[in-house]
């Protein structure tokens, strides 16, 4: 089979995800163009890095200027995202990418995008259906939270002198690079649909995640339950952000992440003892 010679177009590929995919499809020799909205972070003739990565800068939710970017394109990557504008951004992608007849388009979205009633996830679920829809060949894995996210979550949380605890919240964090390497493989495959959800290795409550990362940090906080109130919460409590079943899974787990990225800060540990319905981690 001859070798594909068309550009691979990454969008968001100066993000978490983006950063770890692009290098991995040029390895293999494929031409990368990357899309962001602030393009190249340095300058440089022709908007190519030192990686011979082309950069151009589009705001995917006002639309102008994606059709000069899919040039040449014959899969998109499609890994930009935000907490709002997810749906409105995918809709100006794949009306550019059927005029530019690009033949495979490759989206991330997120675990429980379909169950869990949250106004983000309505937008991934809107993106997901925008692009199955298209008539465009497609593939979307739904991916869990990354490590990354996770350890910003807790590392806020800790600053409180109480860390609060919602119970019946249990998440399944995954490793950005093991998210990365299936990705790429998707991109350099043919259109799959569907694909079986990508977890980490382990699911743990909220509480098990600010112990590891309070004892890798060498800190100490009493902690409080608190409940998530309505639909949402509900729908986390029954495990509707999870995929228990039929999930592939990472290899990297949360200790693993602590270990590479969280050090002792060498402030000394609480001592104070924990109140009524508190316990200290």
């Keep these: 089979m001859a070798f594909d010679t068309s550009i691979i177009l990454v969008t968001g590929g100066t993000g978490t995800l983006g950063r770890l995919v692009v290098p991995l499809l040029r390895e293999v020799g494929r031409e990368v163009r990357v899309l962001s909205r602030h393009g190249r972070p340095t300058g440089g003739a022709g908007g190519a890095d030192a990686d011979g990565v082309d950069h151009v800068a589009v705001d995917l939710l006002d639309g102008e200027g994606i059709g000069t970017a899919l040039e040449g394109v014959g899969t998109v990557v499609h890994l930009a995202g935000g907490p709002k504008g997810d749906d409105i951004a995918t809709r100006n ?66 600053k409180s002198p109480v860390f609060p605890v919602p119970g019946g919240l249990r998440l399944q964090p995954v490793d950005a690079r093991d998210v990365a390497a299936r990705i790429a493989e998707l991109a350099l495959g043919g259109p799959s ?50 995929t228990l079943d039929g999930a592939d899974t990472g290899k990297r787990t949360w200790e693993d992440f602590l270990a590479e990225h969280v050090g002792r800060d060498g402030s000394p540990a609480s001592r104070t003892a924990p109140g009524p319905g508190r316990r200290s981690i």
Excluded: C
């Design 93 to 158: 992608l794949v009306r550019a990418a059927r005029s530019a007849d690009v033949r495979h388009v490759v989206l991330i979205s997120v675990i429980g995008a379909d169950r869990v009633p949250l106004a983000w996830l309505r937008s991934k679920l809107a993106a997901e259906r925008t692009v199955a829809e298209s008539g465009l060949p497609w593939t979307t894995l739904r991916a869990a939270q990354f490590h990354e996210l996770t350890l910003k979550t807790v590392r806020a949380m800790a």
């Design 193 to 242: 649909g569907l694909v079986p959800d990508l977890a980490g290795p382990e699911v743990y409550g909220l509480g098990d995640l600010a112990r590891g990362y309070l004892k890798a940090s060498g800190k100490r906080r009493p902690t409080i339950p608190v409940r998530i109130p309505g639909k949402a919460g509900r729908a986390y409590r029954a495990g509707d952000n999870l």
